[in-house]
């Protein structure tokens, strides 16, 4: 059986913020509408690795798909899969580390595109990694950044990403080095650290801010507090039932009584207009985001066509006749 195999090189070159934007929110909308099944993320481990795996259906692309990958104290490694949904073959395997940084900025550029200030030309953000990298590139697409306030506890990685980031996007990118410059007076805050505890006071957010918080997906760790949560008024998941079973940032809100899950809605429901996400533009609103399968899924078809229509990537052999000649195969 032939397979395409695309690698991180074939990811960078063949795929855009814009394209992964659209082929997110399409995702969120064909969950609204039961063409989607998103299967939350299960960890396996052992003595220095941790296993990740996840799954979805996608009905609407033809596709099943998976992303498994590895934790160590080295770094990761990240592989996504697509199958079709008719025959069950394996089509492609992805190395997935770029790939998953585009479609978590994408799903907060989704977010935010239907709960931020239409005229939003600022914001603030935690965090100096690659992950933070891609999610203020993704809000830049939905609406006219400006300026950027971004902090970090080390001086030298604010400064180096700062700079970096302004000859990047040709925006404004400016360290701050106490955690309020980059929560104060800002209508959209961005957290993508690996930070276990809080990275700024709630109490410290203007009225009609939007708090996107994507960097934790561990049940023990926080980025936001309970005076952040407290409040929200309109709180919103990328998925509500992987969040439960993800989210740390809710755990300690949830103790004190000042949360519970009756209040948060899904992305795909607000996406398709079941759900509000922002009641007005005084209020507080939470996007919190574990990261989903679906995804992956989405984002792979459309890394799969590109690759296909520009003879991209290159096809390997599985199963017995894996000596033959490989043949193209078609993608449906």
Known sequence: MAVLYLTESDVEQLLDMRAAIEAVEGA?????????????????RAPGIVLHSM????????????????????????????????SGDLVALVEADRLGRLR???ATAVAAAFMADMEAAEMGLFGTGRQAATQLEAIGEVRPIKRCYVY?????????????????????V???????????????????????????????LSEGTLVCAVGSNWPQRAEIDVHTIRRADNVVCDSR???????????????KGVFDWSRAVDLADVVAGR????????????????GLAIEDVALGATLVERARARGAGRWIMIGPSAQSEPRPHEVS
């Open 28 to 44: 969120f909308r064909q969950m609204a509408a039961g063409k989607a099944i998103n299967v939350p993320r299960v960890r396996a």
């Open 55 to 86: 799954c979805a259906a996608a009905e609407y692309l033809g596709l099943v798909g998976w992303k498994m990958y590895t934790t160590t104290q080295t770094g990761a490694q990240f592989l996504s899969g697509l199958c079709d949904a008719e």
């Open 104 to 106: 978590t900025g994408a």
């Open 152 to 172: 970090s506890r080390m001086r030298e990685n604010r400064e180096r990403f700062a700079a970096q980031m302004t000859a990047k996007l040709d925006i404004e």
């Open 174 to 204: 400016a360290p701050v080095d106490r955690p309020q410059g980059a929560a104060e007076d800002l209508p959209i805050v961005v957290t993508a650290t690996t930070s276990s505890a809080p990275v700024f006071d709630g109490n410290d």
């Open 241 to 255: 039932e992987a969040c439960r079973l993800e989210a740390g940032d809710f755990r300690e809100a949830i103790e």
């Open 275 to 290: 759900a509000v996400g922002r009641n007005n533009r005084q209020s507080v609103t939470l996007f919190k985001s574990v």
